[in-house]
């Protein structure tokens, strides 16, 4: 069974930045691609990014692109959300996700994704 621990999340101004870790257990990360979502209050959740699990393919939400960035350390088995330039919309909760590599799967579909951490609030002042 796969766990996720999402962790680095607070409350910062607008502009700042901040970086959430996700470490993962029970499994190694290179069959699985690991994304974050996010869900701000009253609206659904919504995919931000995305890392396939060698590392070498990222995907982006267009609201975070230029923004963000999604890198992972297989081997401390680790997905890293750096996020700069923050603004007050970006505040939200914001999930880790792994999911098993599939054909019928795309690692910006939240259906895709297998494993869930718990969340960690990000909250963006402005």
């Known amino acids: 069974q796969v766990q996720l621990v999402e962790s680095g999340g607070g409350l910062v101004q607008a502009g700042g930045s901040l970086r959430l870790s996700c470490a993962v257990s029970?499994?190694?990360?290179?069959?699985?691609?690991t994304g974050w979502f996010r869900q701000a209050p009253g609206k659904e959740r919504e995919f931000v990014t995305a890392?396939?699990?060698?590392?070498?393919?990222?995907w982006y939400a267009d609201s975070v692109k230029g923004r963000f960035t999604i890198s992972r350390d297989n081997a401390k088995i680790t997905v890293y959300l750096q996020m700069t330039s923050l603004k007050p919309e970006d505040t939200a909760v914001y999930y880790c996700?792994?999911?098993?590599?599939?054909?019928?799967?795309?690692?910006?579909?939240?259906?895709?994704?297998?494993?869930w951490g718990q969340g960690t609030q990000v909250t963006v002042s402005s």
């Open positions: 029970g499994d190694t990360l290179s069959t699985y691609f």
């Open positions: 996700a792994a999911g098993l590599v599939r054909t019928s799967n795309h690692p910006t579909w939240d259906v895709s994704y297998d494993y």
């Open positions: 890392i396939s699990g060698t590392g070498g393919s990222t």
